[in-house]
């Protein structure tokens, strides 16, 4: 096993490179120059040509853009291994800086709602496929199919139009993460504060998984359900409840932890709406606002984080495997 | 600020993201009725002594990269350090007339080529240093500083040449060439204290999110992503300011914006939708607990053809397409008609504005009459109108996000399709169309400009801004050139704007642009504030005038928000 995850942590270096340099030629060949955008900015001046392509040639220079691609790649990752993603061209602030501010926000936000999609999704499945077409199957059909197709934006939105004051219901705080007041409240009072918070931002990153997740749960264990071990232990006479969770269960779930290792990434970069609605400052804002304003070392900063973690999902994906199915062998 | 000097700024018409300086600035007053200064809230008379105390909690679209005056470039950064940081001079939004801050006085050479400072001697920072003419330099030359990323101001010191330091409390600026606008510029950076900043790396100074200034607030603290706080400044020299604090709270939403100015969690909210403005922002609950407040926003909305064009080099043919766009209702459906039609490149209540002027009116059979007597014909029966061979089909371009710009290039295609002429709808992330109108490629887009209260048309309409500037539609005149040349030159405000009009009715004759409208500003603000005013200048609200009586202060001066 050890062997094993050695092995796939060496792998995941050539594969973060390609990932990087694909990233960097990407963005740098897409139309926009952050450096001209610089000098743009504020109008285009009371200039005449010579002026302003010199203060572009200049900008270039300060933000190392005077450089070909290649060299530009190469010094990169040269600032790479010391964990130096260099400076953001916005604020001059360092990169890590900026992730690190962001990154346990949406870490927060992303792994409480893939564990409540789990909690709830597996379940969902499973009864759904042991009430095969029943009307409580329906039904759960029918609410899924609505659930996901509801845009998030549009959730939230009523989320907060009913749910946060003004006309209607006052139920739930809508800025941020914690209230103005946190600082003066005790241990207790500040985690219930920062729960409280968190309940409509979680309900509009869960549903969608939720509904997804459940259907999944329900086709793998159909499938498992139909297989001749489960038959064989119905006929010697096995309690439905241990067919159903000792044998079916552990050999269906093998493609939600499959879906797992998606999930993380996605919900880092897909949660800008939500993150914007709630004014929650997550990486998903930074990453959005990055790329608008080509700024290229917080974008590379952002794509190599969400690649890592993403390798790291998928890593983690494949030692659960092992753990749910004593066939597959990670030797 | 000097960012705001330029007269006309690219305004990002959607993502509250990216840049939007609505820049009102110098505009002289010299008759009493030329220029409406301020419009007054309903706030009621009654409200006996201004009283100091109570918070404002204002409402940031986005967060300001950082609040070093000199490398920063959005509006936010303004918002936020208008309060912290002061210039040698500025307008007054009461007058609007330019009046000393950090400066005694001011005097100007006859060749109007140098312009000397004499400080005021009891200037200190937030931090209890003296404020000195070497700060002054300091500042100056770090906006003329290469390493310094600050490349969007210094196109506009490019003919301030350099700065002599007098003495303690003197400095000289000179210029290379006469300007009526190097005035406001020379004196109308704010001042950064050169103690704090010398030391270390520029641009990336810890005190750019930690700002130190001269102004009536002082900085107390900037969480990321959430808010901003300021409070006053109780040793500052100037006018008395009567709000605590003044706290900036990000809200990108603008739903989300709304409903916590409901829930009574933002005090000011800026930038409504028209949509909100009508819908969501009535009934009793609501007018007891707020003001409305609109005014007319710095800029317009514009359609700007590529004169480069076959289609659009003969101006009966922009003047055609003026004609097929029916700006009446496109305002009334698309915006609830909150905004005004304009003719004209300058701000819609300003001293140049040409009132006299009528818009081109809806009129597709003239636009047939106009469109056939520029050769425009179906010679070969398509239903596409042609000449000399070319079809008339084009490609209306548009930055994606603009629901406007989408409704409006809508409705564009359909009406054109009435009369023969194929337009196409293309768009662009905001970059990639920023890029595309600069480079040129283009045949048609739509955009709108910030426009001071009284600015300069240089940068926007002269030919020598055809190829590289922003005169992006290809505009070339000579008649328009020498008034934009003269007009850098001419020192007497009145004879300046005789001209600055008769630009206007070039443009109006030509049609470069279909000038759309001025867009309505609108805004609420929370009903316990009295002295409640729109400026016709530059952010247009002043908060640290607004007070709240005793007995109806919500915030304590050290207590945090319940």
Redesign the interface.
Known sequence: MRAYIIRRLLLAIPTLLGITAVTFLIIQL????P???????????????A??RE??E??KK?YGLDKPIPVQYALWLKRLVTFDFG????????VLEKIL??LP?SLQLSLTSIFLVYLFAVPIGVYSSTHQYSLSDNAITVFLFILYSLPNFWVA?LL??FL????FL?VFP???LVS??Y??LAFWGRVGDRLWHLVLPITCLTYGGLASISRFGRVGMLEAIRQDYVRTARAKGVSEKVVIFKHAFRNSIIPIVTLLAALLPAMLGGSVIVE??????GMG?LA??SI???DYPVIMGVTTISALLTLIGILLADICYALVDPRISLE | MASSRNSQIFKFLCIPAIILILAGLSCRRQDSDEVETSVTLGASESAGEPVQGDWVIRRLQAEPKTLNSITARDMYERIVNEYVYDSLIDRSKKTLELQPVLAESYTISDDRLEYTFKLRRDIRFHDGAPMTARDVEFTFKRIKDPTVDAAHLRHYYKDIESIEVIDDYTVKFKCTEPYWLALEWAGGFPVMPRHIFEKGDFNNHPNGRHPIGTGPYRFVKWDTGREIVLERNDDYWGEKSYPDRIVFKIVVDETAALQLFKRGELDVCVRLTPEQWVRQTKGPRFEQNAYKLSYDEFGYYYIGWNMRRPYFADKRVRRAMTHLIDREGILKNIRYGLGKIVTGNTYINGPVYDHSIEPWPYDPSEARRLLEEAGWVDHDGDGVRDKGGVPFSFEFLISAHSVFAEQLATIMQEDFKQVGIEMSIRQFEWATFEQQVHDRKFDATTLAWSVPVEGDPYQTWHSSQAEKGSNYVGFVNAEADKIMEEGRREFDAETRRAMYRKLHAILHEEQPYTFLFCPKELIVVDRRFENVKAYNYRLALEPKEWYVPKERQKYGRETDAS
Do not use: W
């Open positions: 897409a139309p926009g120059n450096a001209a955008m610089a000098s743009r900015l504020g109008g285009e001046g009371l200039t005449d040509d002026m302003s203060i572009v200049q900008t300060l400076t953001s061209y916005k604020d001059h602030r360092t501010e962001r926000v939105t907060i139009m946060g004051g003004g006309d006052n809508i800025y941020g103005d007041n600082e003066q914007s609605i709630f004014s929650i400052p804002q959005f606002e608008l304003a080509r």
